[in-house]
T-cell receptor
Framework: GAGVSQSPRYKVAKRGQDVALRCDPI?????LFWYQQALGQGPEFLTY????????KSGLPSDRFFAERPEGSVSTLKIQRTQQEDSAVYLC????????????????FGAGSRLTVL | DQQVKQNSPSLSVQEGRISILNCDYT??????FLWYKKYPAEGPTFLIS?????DKNEDGRFTVFLNKSAKHLSLHIVPSQPGDSAVYFC??????????????FGKGTKLSVKP
């Protein structure tokens, strides 16, 4: 596609529900990132995929958060037993590059999925 | 502890004047810096970047300056236009190992350019 597509754009969940957020990166992009942006804050790194391999998941805040990218394209971020502190915008970003070099640094972001946990 | 700091939550500038957005960082291992612009209900979009081996990078109306000794960078927009009104995020990156490092963002500065 022309850009990074995320769905749903808005999700309201009751505390304790499981949610799944989807990211369609730009076709052919090797690298895929998930970020969490709380209100009034900058995006914070959650996890990184290079193709289907999850190379870094150091930013996932708890074991309730799980991400996958089984075929190296579409990715899903799953949050189990949602809590109120999980309310945030979840941003997906992709890059055509991997490894070092200036091109690897520029990420294209989707519009995000806004999660509200009641 | 915040590694990338944008200490001004907001900035208001008259159309045609210069906008200067500031960013400080604490990690001397950062080797690449980026500015992103964000409109409401949209994702951040890349604006301009600079490698740590340079002290200035210019792209049209946008110039980024890097002062490594002070661990400070700034974004200059000249002349400012009403369409520049958005939240600007400073981001930094440290390459490590053999894989791509992630971006560390500041909290953002909301720029308002008044006609």
């Amino acid at each position: 596609g022309a850009g990074v597509s995320q769905s749903p754009r808005y999700k309201v969940a009751k505390r304790g529900q499981d949610v799944a957020l989807r990211c369609d990166p730009i076709s052919g992009h090797v690298s895929l990132f998930w970020y969490q942006q709380a209100l009034g804050q900058g995006p914070e790194f959650l996890t990184y995929f290079q193709n289907e391999a999850q190379l870094d998941k150091s930013g996932l805040p708890s074991d309730r958060f799980f991400a996958e990218r089984p075929e190296g394209s579409v990715s899903t971020l799953k949050i189990q037993r949602t809590q109120q502190e999980d309310s945030a915008v979840y941003l997906c970003a992709s890059s055509p590059w991997a490894g070092h070099g200036s091109g690897a640094n520029v990420l294209t972001f989707g519009a995000g999925s806004r999660l509200t946990v009641l | 502890d915040q590694q990338v700091k944008q200490n001004s939550p907001s900035l208001s500038v008259q159309e045609g004047r210069i906008s200067i957005l500031n960013c400080d960082y604490t990690n001397s291992m950062f080797d690449y810096f980026l500015w992103y612009k964000k409109y409401p209900a949209e994702g951040p979009t890349f604006l301009i970047s600079i490698s740590s081996i340079k002290d200035k990078n210019e792209d049209g109306r946008f110039t980024v300056f890097l002062n490594k000794s002070a661990k400070h960078l700034s974004l200059h927009i000249v002349p400012s236009q009403p369409g520049d009104s958005a939240v600007y995020f400073c981001a930094a990156k440290r390459n490590y190992g053999g894989s791509q490092g992630n971006l560390i963002f500041g909290k953002g500065t909301k720029l308002s350019v008044k006609p």
